[in-house]
């Protein structure tokens, strides 16, 4: 045991790309800021932001059919993918900001260009395509978009999913070739060794235990040693808790009133993952479906191209499942423990909210690889069993909150929770989290460090230009950024690469 104690500016909990944007935003903003980083794992974007425990789409609402909403009166809402479209290019303003001033380097290393697609069967979704496709074609943010429905066009743009297929209903896609694909993980990685040159004290294989206030309004982190259970107490006047789904039950032991009444409902995912690399060869983008009744909108079916260690892999799922664990190398009572007096009606109202979710994942967990195969062949017609495998991807702890909606609302989007001093804050909740990490981060910084903004502005500025600006009403300002991002990105078509 120890009772060492050290005192310092900020300290980040976990070593994902949340706390890897904050630290680095921080760094640029305010350079003589002390900052610690705590993460119980050997090395840094293990768990949520690792390559294998996500989807690794930039996620900027091109493709995926779940941030178009019909409504009522058949119009489509694509309010939401504006909004994640624009927190998207946050992110890639961020990141060439980060290459321009070569503050990190190889940008291909992390980020690939890659057709995104969506694509529906039957005339009713292929009517909902249609629609969507004429509401979104028009707006500046996603120009370039294509619609067909034409089976050679379709063939063209995806041979492996309509090779052998027997067109018994109608099929359509939407394309947009400005689409990318991201590794978190080497972002993440990437983005450390960064700080770690900025003097960022890292430390691996450190959890953080306990968390509360001092006498002082700092706060004090009770932190073990991994490897030997010594123990060392940490004191920091701020404290970012981005430790994915470990972050509940510390925002929990932190006692802030803003951390009550919340609760987590942890869901697993699967891949399959293709080992054969003539089939590999034949899919170059991402490839969208829509979700089916009762599946959680982080489950809608996808093919994927991704560039995992330069190296070109083809991925489909995710299937959904079930663990009581928060994390992926979490505990098979992290479920039962976040469950405290002030939530237990909130998580019980959503218990009772979602039966179809929780049958639903009943289902999934007990698919055997031919089922799950059976999945994968609505999208390739002509896959062999034996050119796919498993993974086990990340794990997801949706957050359930009470709203106006009702008591025990299960929340699907990225969440920030706060103390109203500012001294302290918690990233929960998943999609779509890593791609709109900047603007997430920022939103933070603005909350939490509300007397310091003013000042640090025209950093934030010259980071990100579009910053405080709607690119929605400045169309040329989203061409500008297109072309300044692409060029430095490695993104402009001229250097993408030959499939």
Not at 10 to 17: H, R
Not at 459 to 470: A, L, N, R, W
Request: hydrophobic share 40%; glycine share 8%.
């Amino acid at each position: 045991m120890s009772n060492r104690q050290t005192k310092t500016d900020v300290i980040l909990i976990g070593a994902g790309i949340m706390s890897a944007t904050l630290g680095t935003l921080l760094k640029e903003l305010v350079p003589d800021w002390n900052i610690t980083v705590f993460e119980k794992l050997a090395t840094a974007g293990e768990e949520s932001s690792n390559e294998w425990n996500n989807a690794g789409t930039g996620h900027a609402a091109l493709c995926e059919l779940n941030y178009t909403v019909e409504k009522q009166d058949g119009s489509i809402d694509i309010s939401k993918a504006i909004k994640i479209n624009e927190e998207y290019q946050v992110s890639k303003q961020f990141w060439s900001y980060l290459v321009k001033s070569n503050l990190i380097r190889n940008p291909q290393d992390f980020i690939m260009p890659l057709p995104h697609l969506s694509l529906v069967q039957g005339e009713e979704n292929v009517t909902f395509l249609k629609k969507r496709f004429e509401a979104m074609s028009d707006n500046p943010l996603f120009q370039g978009m294509e619609f067909s429905d034409d089976p050679g066009k379709l063939m063209e743009w995806i041979p492996l999913i309509m090779e052998g297929r027997t067109m018994n209903e109608p099929m359509a896609a939407t394309r947009i070739e400005s689409g990318t694909d991201v590794n978190f993980g080497a972002l993440t990685r990437i983005l450390f060794d960064h700080l770690k040159s900025k003097n960022v004290d890292i430390k691996f294989k450190h959890s953080v235990d306990d968390i509360k206030r001092a006498s002082d309004g700092s706060w004090e982190l009770k932190v073990r040693n991994v490897d030997n259970g010594t123990v060392e107490h940490h004191t920091a006047k701020f404290v970012f808790i981005g430790g994915g789904g470990g972050s509940l039950p510390l925002l929990q032991k932190s006692g802030i009133p803003e951390g009550k009444h919340i609760g987590g409902f942890p869901v697993s995912g699967l891949f399959m993952v293709c080992n054969n690399p003539d089939v590999v060869e034949q899919h170059h983008a991402k490839v969208y479906g829509k979700a089916k009744v009762g599946a959680p909108p982080m489950s809608v079916p996808h093919l994927d191209t991704r560039f995992i260690d330069n190296k070109k892999s083809l991925l489909f799922g995710p299937f959904a499942g079930f663990s009581p664990k928060f994390l992926k190398t979490g505990s098979m009572f992290d479920l039962i423990g976040s469950v405290k007096p002030n939530n237990v009606f909130t998580m019980l109202a959503a218990g009772a909210k979602n039966v179809p979710l929780t049958k639903y994942l009943i289902q999934q967990v007990m698919l055997s690889k031919e089922q799950r195969m059976e999945e994968l062949r609505e999208f390739i017609p002509n896959a062999k069993s034996e050119d796919w495998g498993m993974v086990v991807a990340g794990q997801r702890v949706q957050v359930i909150k009470d709203t106006a909606a009702g008591k025990g609302t299960l929340q699907f989007g990225t969440e920030v929770i706060s103390a109203a001093d500012g001294s302290i804050a918690a990233l929960l909740g998943a999609s779509p989290g890593a791609s709109t990490a900047v603007s997430v981060m920022l939103e933070l910084v603005k909350r939490c460090f509300p007397q310091q903004l003013k000042a640090w502005e025209p950093k934030i500025k010259e980071m990100i230009p579009s910053y405080g600006v709607s690119l929605l009403k400045n169309p040329e300002l989203i061409e500008e950024i297109h072309t300044s991002t692409g060029r430095t990105l490695g993104l402009s078509k001229e250097l993408q690469p030959a499939i």
